[in-house]
């Protein structure tokens, strides 16, 4: 008799980009694809805040990021958009987002969450911290003006970041894919001098950013008078 099938495919490392994405730019999206690529994700999963825990109200509501995300990632195979923070109601918290797509997704599958050196150096800030490493692997992409970059932290991290992630970090993102969680890895993007900060100031200043974003993400900004009186 044949033996039994074992567990089912668990399936290859899921990246998970999450952001307030006010608006969703360029940066945002070679991130996405350039993990994709540099770690041998199978998808990369973005994931809009509905309400970013740290920090003030979003320029745009929920809805018109949610939109301004699935209209730049469309037609990419390689990215889809989780909804589930925007339909939440409730402080976006990333250990609950985590704890929802473990139930969702079972404990084998290697979950890859992906952050620019801003949002990584500031980690100890972030509800449970610690128990993050439990539910997904962290991969961390250099941004222009923020440490660290290239393969090696310089010293930036605060002590506690620095003392939880010392034998977590490795290099070869081959290992991402022999367990489900608990790796650090940095990695090269093209450094990308651009925010969404940026990209609302200049529509409030009357200026055009375009090609910091997609066309189609602007011309939505333009339809939905976004950003113009913001403050
Ligand atoms: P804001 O200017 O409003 O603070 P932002 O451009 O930093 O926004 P977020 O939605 O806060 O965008 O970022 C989501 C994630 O994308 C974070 O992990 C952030 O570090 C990363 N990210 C955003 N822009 C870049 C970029 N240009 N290069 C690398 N990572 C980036």
Redesign the pocket.
Known sequence: MAPALSSPAVGGPLGL??????PI?N??LR?AEEACDALGLERVRLIPAGQPPH?GEPGSAADNRLAMVQLAIAGNPHLEIDDGEVRAQRKSYTILTLERLRSELGPDRPLVL??????FLGLAQWQRWQELFALTHIAV????GYAPHGRRWPGALSPELDEACRDRQVTDPALLRDRSAGLVIPFD?TP???????I?DLVRSGTSPRYLLPDSVLDYIALHHLYENHE
């Open positions: 980009l999450g952001g307030t994405f006010d730019h940066g945002h991130l920090r992906i952050l620019g050196a801003d949002a992409a250099n941004r222009p993007m990308l001098a651009i925010s969404a900060s940026l609302r």
